[in-house]
């Protein structure tokens, strides 16, 4: 009989010891050591055929010899995924994606699926049965009835040794796995969802898409703080980390990479949930700003860029006289901390006497801002309710603001101009050190510029 092995993993990190330990030496946690049995049965990993139909041996080579060829993408029919991943699904990469429950994950990569013609598509389920997959898909061909998805194939199996079985059979083009946490290998002892479960059932898938360039999705769950479960090896394991965001009473979702080895790493896709499925948002500057008949305070609009996009966001601010002894500071979407800064900024320099008021900050549409040039727009919005004088809503701002009080340039500034001049703004406001290099006769867009906050105020508010 073979002997049991047995390791202790931290459930945070995935650190791994031969014995138990109160804390964790890697990410200092206490507590999170668990004993899990490993053993290795007789059973062989498959040794998979690459695209030509031969295993490739190993071997070390020079770097001014190995022959480099542009990789050949997989462009989806939805555009808003291509350019999240940076231009399609790259042969053998494998793909994790997390998002809260019931935010739309398995909507999402259930219609790609049901979206590529011409391909043989694997969708493997550990916590859904067929008929549960199928009434998704008919829902969602409800809104084009040309998905007929001949060519996808639905398997409900959580063995990993079963699933390569059937994908020996099958040969499919692309493979997605919902969920990672769900899967358990008979290569390892302990129950699915614990760290060395996660960790080996994606070497495994990992090893098989890079020897037989088949793209690989997998779907994570998530913990209570926002993190995807399992150990943060799985993130530094796969090629390609993607976030779905979206509160679940807004009909707005947000597809972000956060780690891409074939693209940059912070694009972003915007999708609209409705009764069947998710429908793509080319021009997310429409949906983020509100349609107003009249002009209210506290209300800006700042030019920003997520990744490579231009957006327009609108930022909404409330000042009001506190009515308990200490002032409240909340801010929505925006760093509560560069708030209280921005308000820093307003007392000393412009002798705004905020320290008695609550200010309340909130960007519209349930994004998660962090570009330095919505600096600008937040202060003149906040002075805006402060004075109760309402800004123009052909007006926008681009420009980050220092803790001397000056307007400091940001990049890519000729993007954020076209941007607001596409959706018929008629005043920017920037830093005068953005200056160089534009050409102001390509823009219909009056382009105002400054270096001081205060020569806004004076020109808004008088």
């Not at 699904?89 to 909507?107: A, C, D, Q, W, Y």
């Amino acid at each position: 009989m073979a002997k049991i092995k047995s390791a202790y993993f931290c459930q945070s990190c995935g650190y791994e010891s031969v014995k138990w330990l109160g804390k964790c030496p890697s990410c200092n946690q206490w507590n999170t050591f668990v004993e899990e049995i490993i053993q290795k049965p007789s059973s062989a990993v498959p040794e998979w055929k690459g695209p030509g139909g031969t295993s490739k041996v190993a071997k070390p080579s020079a770097i001014h010899e190995i022959a480099y060829t542009e990789e050949s993408r997989l462009a989806t029919p939805d555009h808003e995924f291509n350019r999240v991943l940076g231009g399609g699904i790259v042969p053998g990469s494998l793909v994790l994606i997390g998002g809260e429950p019931g935010i739309g994950k398995s909507t999402l990569m259930l219609q790609l699926a049901l979206n590529l013609k011409g391909k043989k598509i694997l969708y493997v389920s550990g916590e859904e049965s067929e008929q549960q997959i199928k009434m998704r898909a008919e829902r969602l061909s409800q809104a084009e009835p040309a998905k007929d998805g001949t060519g996808v194939f639905i398997l409900t199996e959580t063995s990993t040794q079963n699933i390569f079985k059937q994908i020996e059979i099958l040969e499919p083009d692309l493979i997605i796995i919902d969920s990672i946490q769900t899967l358990h290998s008979a290569h390892i002892d302990s129950t699915p969802g614990s760290v060395s479960q996660v960790r080996e059932c994606a070497a495994e898938l990992m090893r098989f898409a890079k020897e037989t360039a088949t793209p690989v999705f997998l779907i994570g769950h998530i913990t209570k703080d926002g993190s995807i479960a399992g150990p943060k090896i799985l993130e530094h394991m796969v090629d390609t980390v993607l976030q779905f965001e979206g509160d679940r009473h807004h009909v707005y979702r947000i597809l972000r990479a956060v780690k891409n080895r074939f693209g940059s790493a912070s694009e972003l896709g915007i999708y609209e949930m409705q009764g069947v499925g998710l429908r793509e948002v080319s021009n997310p500057s429409e949906i983020l700003l509100s349609q107003r008949d009249e002009e209210l305070t506290g209300i800006t609009i700042s030019a920003m860029l997520e990744g490579v996009r231009p957006m327009l966001i609108e930022t909404q601010a409330l000042v009001s006289a506190s009515a308990y002894g200490t002032p409240q500071r909340s801010a929505t979407g925006f760093d509560t901390k560069r708030m209280n800064m921005l308000l820093a900024v307003l007392e000393k320099r412009c002798g705004f006497r905020l320290s008695a008021k609550d200010v309340f900050l909130n960007i519209a549409g349930g994004l998660r801002v962090e570009d330095p040039a919505v600096d600008l727009g937040i202060i003149v919005a906040i002075i805006s309710s402060h004075e109760d004088i309402s800004v123009s809503s052909k007006i926008c701002f681009a420009a980050e603001v220092g803790l001397s009080g000056e307007i400091r340039a940001v990049n890519r500034i000729e993007h954020r101009i076209a941007e607001a001049q596409k959706l018929g703004f008629e005043e920017i406001y920037i830093s005068k050190y953005n200056l160089k290099g534009i050409d102001r006769t390509r823009y219909t867009i009056e382009i105002k510029t400054s270096s001081k906050i205060e020569d806004v105020f004076a020109s808004l508010f008088g």
